[in-house]
């Protein structure tokens, strides 16, 4: 057996930075590796040098992969060509499934390459159509929360069940936040997190101002707090903020603090949704896109939950927002009816952080590299 591994690894988003930084962190504990591919500063931490800039990979929804299919097809064949002229032993496609699966197709067809999927397409919800192709090419998948990991040994394929890094986080006390940001411990906190992706931030941040503007003609001890994933991100989400005369607190990288000091969050449907309902700062959970990509979706999903906390939970214990729905004056309804019992919440907490614990990284590193 080789004492090094060489692996080529993809992550398009901040998300799947986090995970391929983890996971690589794991390998290098039983292996030394050359790492290949795309990622972000966390998996640069760890010895990548990205082949481009990974946001390049972060194209959602129905229209825009379109729009752009002759960059990404040309995104696809530059990293197939790399990881075959470099004789990877693994390929790990982290999140990103519909791009991350035409490379292990590619792969599978043009070499003996093993193939991993990090983070499992959402199947169960739709286009189960493409369980054919995950059992033909890719040789483990993994997952992060648990009904996903039964729907797949269900279905027969090789999974694992990782588990998710929310289930280790913990409030921080609102005395460390209020000083770390000079913020008035009089003030009523309300989180607004837009999401990671410069469209969601597009589609949302027009109907989160207006509920702000909203919210805070009638709750004047109100101060909202927007956790930016990144400075790019940040300056973003303030072009729709400068002329308002709410208060606010905007930073990079301040999740767990602004959601620890939150009664309530307004989410965008997503991760942040279980962080905030970890945190214990009650998700207040909202979608919308286009027309065209919510009118051909609408017609492809199976469930009627899209919330990660009430998806964990098999009910709609949080509020759903979504699309026509998803209004200023609907986001106002919610808060005027949230009865938050302590008790209660605390209970579908420790549910939801008990389906999020898994196996980890070291063990799903030691099957990476059985393969």
Not at 108 to 121: F, G
Not at 249 to 268: D, G, K, M, Q, R
Request: hydrophobic fraction near 40%; include cysteine; charge should be positive.
């Amino acid at each position: 057996m080789k004492d090094y591994l060489k692996i080529g690894i993809v992550a398009g988003e901040h998300s799947g930075d986090i995970l391929g930084e983890n996971l690589l962190k794991s390998l290098k504990k039983i292996k030394n590796v050359e790492i290949y591919g795309v990622g972000g500063p966390r998996m640069e931490s760890q010895g990548l040098k990205s082949s481009f800039d990974f946001n390049k990979l972060n194209i959602m929804g129905l229209v825009d992969p379109i729009l752009n299919y002759s960059k990404i097809m040309s995104y696809k064949n530059d990293l197939c060509d790399l990881f075959i002229n470099k004789k990877i032993d693994i390929f790990i496609g982290i999140d990103s499934p519909d791009f991350n699966m035409q490379i292990q197709k590619k792969l599978k067809k043009n070499s003996e390459i093993k193939t991993v999927q990090l983070v499992t397409p959402s199947i169960w919800a739709w286009r189960k159509g493409r369980l054919k192709n995950i059992k033909k090419y890719t040789d483990l998948s993994v997952s992060l929360f648990k009904f996903e990991h039964d729907f797949y040994n269900k279905h027969g394929l090789n999974n694992i069940f990782l588990g998710h890094h929310f289930s280790d986080l913990k409030p921080i006390k609102a005395s460390e936040v209020i000083k770390k940001f000079n913020l008035d411990k009089k003030s009523k906190y309300v989180s607004i997190m837009p999401g990671s992706r410069k469209s969601e931030i597009k589609n949302m941040m027009p109907t989160y101002l207006e509920f702000m503007e909203l919210y805070y003609n009638s709750n004047e001890r109100v101060h909202f707090l927007i956790p930016a994933v990144n400075q790019d991100d940040l300056e973003h989400i303030n072009s729709y903020l400068d002329d308002s005369k709410i208060k606010y607190t905007i930073e990079a990288n301040a999740a767990n603090e602004f959601l620890s000091i939150s009664e309530f969050s307004i989410v965008t449907s997503g991760t942040a949704s279980l962080q905030s309902t970890v945190l214990g700062s009650h998700p207040i959970i909202c979608y919308k896109t286009s027309f065209f990509n919510y009118f051909i979706i609408s017609r492809m999903i199976q469930t009627e939950i899209i919330g990660l906390p009430n998806l964990l939970l098999s009910q709609k214990f949080f509020p759903e927002l979504v699309q026509k729905s998803c209004t200023s004056q609907n986001i106002l309804l919610e808060t005027q009816k949230l009865k938050i019992n302590k008790f209660i919440l605390d209970q579908k907490t420790d549910l939801i952080i008990k389906n999020l614990k898994g196996v980890g990284f070291d063990s799903l590193a030691e099957a990476v590299t059985i393969l």
